[in-house]
Nanobody, 124 residues
Framework: QVQLVESGGGLVQAGGSLRLSCAASGRTFSTGAMGWFRQAPGQEREFVAAINWSGRDTNYADAVKGRFTISRDNAKNTVSLQMNILKPDDSAVYYC?????????????????WGQGTQVTVSS
């Protein structure tokens, strides 16, 4: 079993930055890929970023490329999402997720465990 707890959300003005963190417990963390997804009110949850088990391979949704950076520290069992140049459209609940497989994936169905989410609100 893996438990995930997100932190770092909050209210920020457009153009600002936030860093989300996800602390994981459980033995599958170091060998599983991690991802960040988000869900805005009235919308479906969507992919944001993913990182493979080693941290060497990442991929991003087009909407966040060049602004967001995903990273992980397997020694500390954490994954982070650095978000820069934030826009009001980035406002959402952000979820971290882990999958048992090692490859980074943008597909929500491939993730096995999910956190409870952290709210990010970007004001214009």
């Amino acid at each position: 079993q893996v438990q995930l707890v997100e932190s770092g959300g909050g209210l920020v003005q457009a153009g600002g930055s936030l860093r989300l963190s996800c602390a994981a417990s459980g033995r599958t963390f170091s060998t599983g890929a991690m991802g960040w997804f988000r869900q805005a009110p009235g919308q479906e949850r969507e992919f944001v970023a993913a990182i493979n088990w080693s941290g060497r391979d990442t991929n991003y949704a087009d909407a966040v490329k060049g602004r967001f950076t995903i990273s992980r520290d397997n020694a500390k069992n954490t994954v982070s999402l650095q978000m820069n140049i934030l826009k009001p459209d980035d406002s959402a609940v952000y979820y971290c997720a882990v999958r048992k497989g090692p490859r980074a994936s943008s597909r929500e169905v491939e993730y096995d465990y999910w956190g409870q989410g952290t709210q990010v609100t970007v004001s214009s």
